[in-house]
């Protein structure tokens, strides 16, 4: 019997006891590749302080690669620095520099190729081509990673984490700076991103390609090309996040193109060339937004069905609302308008007087740009109040019903 219990202990406990590899240039293992090699299932690689030259370190077994303080891979522009194939892999704590680059592959300083159930997390990347890459890959969480990219322009330069065909990871507490785009997800679904601060890079901070389903959560997207491109997507929810100067002559807090069904609320639009950039989307929600000091706070293009746009404060923006085509069912009451100059008289809130947010010199300004440098002119003022009282080249069913008196409160978590 006593036999029997000890064979049952060794088959159910046995194989997972993990054992810590060490490297380091003093250790058995020099290289984390020799390492990896012979480690077993579950096993952790202790990779101690110093620069390690190395690159394609392939992981095809499930094990946790972790770095003490100081322990460095570099990649010495060779290709690839980490490859993952396997499930069930964890990456933490590395300064990862000197990716390779290619104009024939997509070399990264991590690539998760194929796997799911990976964690990556507490890596500082300078440099890179590409940083991060999920290939086909889920239910994975990439979180707390410094990116640092010299990116000036869109071409000769990758992404800072990058998601193809990869579902249902959590992207969360990142830091990219000056890549190409910040984060770029191409038919990538029920994906979170959230707690991440993108800053400077050279065309979106965050970009969605055929992406369903995603959130973007309580992030910052700051002083990119534009803040967020969401295009042929459904049903992205953006809450609780700051978009704030991106500008320059095609930049955008939020570049909505052949989108449908998706939520914005209590985001904040601070000094944007443009907060909101719609064209051919449709039964959107934008609600409890703080559109402050932007050139337009939303611009729309065209072909824009079944909009709601509520609760939203617009606050000293050159131009609140630039609209094309017809109104196409759009609604907007109950927003708060610094430039609404109505009364309330039965003191209920809500302004007696309908509110126009579309000015002549906005619709001037779109079939002749240049008029712009017009724009604090007392002939400004003196055409849109004229327009105001006689409405003939603007909508005149464009208006808010009710515009509320004093400045929504909008507490963000």
């Known amino acids: 019997m006593r036999i029997l219990f000890f064979l049952l202990f060794i088959c159910f406990y046995g194989g997972v006891i993990a054992k810590t590899i060490e490297v380091c240039p003093t250790c058995p293992h020099k290289s984390i590749n020799s390492a990896i090699i012979s480690a077993d299932k579950n096993d952790v690689v202790l990779v101690k302080k110093g620069v390690y030259k190395e690159f394609e370190i392939i992981i095809d077994k499930p094990l946790t690669l972790k770095g003490e303080q100081g322990a460095v891979i570099d990649g010495d522009n060779q290709g690839e620095i980490i490859i993952v194939e396997s499930p069930g892999v964890t990456i933490d704590g590395f300064e990862i520099r000197n990716v390779g680059t290619s104009n024939l592959r997509d ?28 290939e086909k890959s889920n239910n994975g969480v990439v979180r707390n990673n410094k990116i640092y990219g010299e990116a000036v322009g869109e071409f000769g330069f990758a992404n800072g984490i990058q998601l193809w065909y990869s ?10 700076h000056q890549m190409r785009d910040g984060i770029y997800c191409e038919f990538s679904d029920r994906n979170i991103f959230k707690n991440n601060f993108v800053e400077k890079n050279a065309r979106y901070g965050l970009h969605f390609m055929f992406c369903h389903d995603n959130a973007v959560l309580n992030s910052t997207y700051k002083s990119n090309g534009a803040g967020i491109a969401i295009m042929f997507s459904k049903r992205t929810n953006a809450h609780n996040n700051t978009f704030a100067d991106n500008w320059g002559g095609s930049s955008y807090g939020i570049l909505l ?21 719609i064209e051919g989307s449709s039964r959107m929600k934008y609600y409890n937004n703080d ?101 003939v080249f603007v909508p005149d069913n464009l208006v808010d019903e009710k515009p509320v008196m004093k400045m929504i409160k909008h507490d963000r978590n």
Do not use: M
């Open 167 to 176: 579902h249902e990871n959590l992207i969360e507490g990142n830091e990219v």
């Open 107 to 134: 070399f990264s300083a991590v690539r998760i190729k194929e796997q799911t159930n990976f964690l990556v997390q507490n890596l500082t990347i300078h440099k890179p081509f590409f940083a991060i890459y999920l």
């Open 257 to 277: 193109k052949e989108c449908y069904d998706s939520e914005f609320s209590h985001n904040l639009f601070k000094r944007n060339t443009v907060g909101i950039n």
């Open 291 to 391: 559109f402050q000091s932007n050139g337009w706070a939303i611009r729309s293009r065209g072909a824009n069905y079944e909009n709601i746009f509520e609760k939203n404060n617009f606050l000293d923006n050159s131009f609140d609302l630039s609209y094309y085509g017809q109104i196409n069912r759009n609604s907007f009451d109950g927003n708060y308008w610094s430039d609404y100059s109505g009364y309330d008289l039965d003191r209920d809130g809500i302004g007696d007087i309908p509110y126009r947010p579309i000015k002549l010199f906005s619709y001037l300004v779109n079939k002749a740009p240049q008029a712009i440098i017009l724009l604090r002119s007392l002939f400004i003022d003196i055409i849109d109040f004229s327009e105001k009282v006689s409405p």
